[in-house]
């Protein structure tokens, strides 16, 4: 069961919209998961100089919903990188938008060296400069078979003149 996309345009009142990103390429809604969860893989908001995308925690998840590559660390990460990739290219970014990440380690003692070196090994690959902002965070994660799992923003400029500012 899929669910309805939503658009909530900006009122007359408000420059805001807002919504659900997706990229059904790479993943499934949430709500089409083998046991159904409640969440967007993303969320836009449009104000009226820039965009923010956030993307909810993803982990190697493929298109049917599965885990992709249990116990294996290094392929988790390139899959959740794939997927993170896919969601900000549905909404026109890339990885030289996003400002910040929170990374999730099933076991940061254990994994931390190893997910550090594959993330470096990433960003070099997306030869991003400046970094994004981070935070490596130990958690138990939603399935038992997934050892990673990583939030982002992306803030993305608006083109044309801002209506509120004029630049």
Known sequence: M????????PSAASSLSQHAITSPNVLCEAYDYPIPSS???????????ASIIYISGTASVDEHGN???????????????R??????RSEGA??????RTTCYLR?????YDEFNRLRTEFYREQRLDPLPAST???AHLCREDLLVEIEAIAMVPRSGACPECGK
Do not use: K
């Open 39 to 49: 969440f967007s893989r993303g969320m836009r908001v449009d104000l009226p100089c």
């Open 2 to 9: 899929s669910r309805p996309v939503v658009d909530h345009p």
């Open 136 to 138: 490596g965070i130990e």
């Open 83 to 88: 997927n993170i990739t896919e969601l900000l």
């Open 94 to 99: 890339t990885w030289h938008h996003v400002v």
């Open 107 to 111: 076991d940061i003692g254990r994994d």
């Open 67 to 81: 885990t992709a590559h249990p116990g294996d660390l290094a392929a988790q990460v390139r899959r959740t990188y």
